[in-house]
């Protein structure tokens, strides 16, 4: 009911959002984690800097321990580190050392922070990390994430499900990509609902890389103790599989819950009770060397992390680069010489 009287207030114009003279794309989610956003937003800002645009990141910075406006990377250098920015904040900038990373609770208070920290050399677009219910700001492209394993119109509302909204809420969006396809989950079940609707919709998968690693190596003993704090982790131990990984014991936290010395204990003794090697996520490898000491600790076994990137099916990623195009080049560009 709160959530349907807040969307009912901003579609009126009782409740406003703010505007700001830059082109500015959400990219978000109906469900509670899950998606495989952040791989996309990290895709969408490599396609930004390829085509010679600066992007601006501003991100809430899940589980980081500063509040307000912090500055992660001027394009330059990274500033923080995932303790105080956020795991999956810090992965995005490292992974873009040129792009501009913020994180703020309030994306507004961002975006201001942006215009006049950056006032002599603005950034050509901002990307709005996880901002689909954040509707204080306005923006020129509103980008949806839907899991193909979690049809979004069977959830049900927080915390009796994931959905972070009412289902009819996912009209607002330009654009949905359905994500994480596989041979079991197709997406038609899903396309339906998005068609009578009218909206746009992409489809696309998840891909492994090499395995890194960061500790040792398996050699000859490809059996493996996976390990992640996540949202969903069967994905992820899908992909370990598909990779040809033999996962042999799994441990799984709540997503990004820290890691303590007792959390490595733990891992590290059931690894060693049945000689296992270590598999763990990119993000969780990138909040893990925020305490260097469990680092460490756990790098005495052969420890390596898979990174993972979306792929787009036919079609999908010229309809979606074609749609960041048009939103980029729809709004004004602001003189910002001195």
Do not use: C
């Amino acid at each position: 009911m709160i959530m349907t009287a807040r969307n009912k207030l901003f579609d009126a114009g009782i409740l406003r959002s703010e505007t700001v003279p830059l082109p500015v794309i959400s990219v978000g989610n109906i469900t509670a984690g899950g998606t495989g956003k952040s791989p996309m937003v990290d895709l969408f800002t490599k396609y930004v800097l390829s085509q010679g645009i600066t992007p601006a990141i501003i991100s809430r910075g899940y589980g980081r321990t500063t509040r307000g406006v912090r500055l992660v990377s001027d394009g330059r250098s990274l500033l923080l580190d995932s303790r105080e920015a956020g795991d999956e904040t810090v992965m995005l900038a490292r992974q873009n050392p040129e792009a501009i990373v913020v994180v703020a609770e309030r994306r507004t208070a961002g975006a201001r922070f942006l215009m006049e920290h950056f006032r002599h050399n603005l950034p050509g677009v901002i990307l709005l990390d996880d901002a689909f219910q954040h509707r204080r700001i306005q923006r020129d492209l509103d980008i949806v994430l839907i899991n193909a394993r979690e049809p979004f119109w069977k959830n049900r509302m927080l915390p009796a499900g994931r959905l972070r909204e009412p289902v009819k809420g996912i009209r607002r969006a330009d654009l949905v990509i359905i994500n994480k396809l596989d041979r079991e989950h197709d997406g038609r079940d899903i396309e339906g609902p998005l068609a009578a609707w009218g909206i746009p919709t992409a489809k696309a998968r998840i891909r492994t890389g090499e395995l890194v690693w960061a500790g040792g190596e398996a050699g000859n003993n490809r059996r493996f103790l996976a390990f992640a704090g996540i949202a969903g982790p069967e994905s992820f131990l899908a992909s370990l599989r598909h990779h040809g990984l033999d996962i042999a014991e799994t441990v799984w936290f709540r997503d990004h819950e820290p890691y303590t010395a007792a959390s490595i204990r733990y891992i590290m003794k059931k690894a060693r009770l049945h000689s296992l090697a270590l598999v763990t996520t990119e993000k969780d490898f990138i909040r893990l060397k925020a305490t260097p000491e469990l680092l460490d600790e756990l790098t005495t076994l052969p420890l390596s992390y898979l990174p993972i990137e979306p792929e787009f099916f036919p079609g999908s990623r010229t309809l979606v680069e074609s749609m960041i195009d048009r939103a980029i080049s729809s709004t004004p560009q602001t003189d910002t010489t001195p």
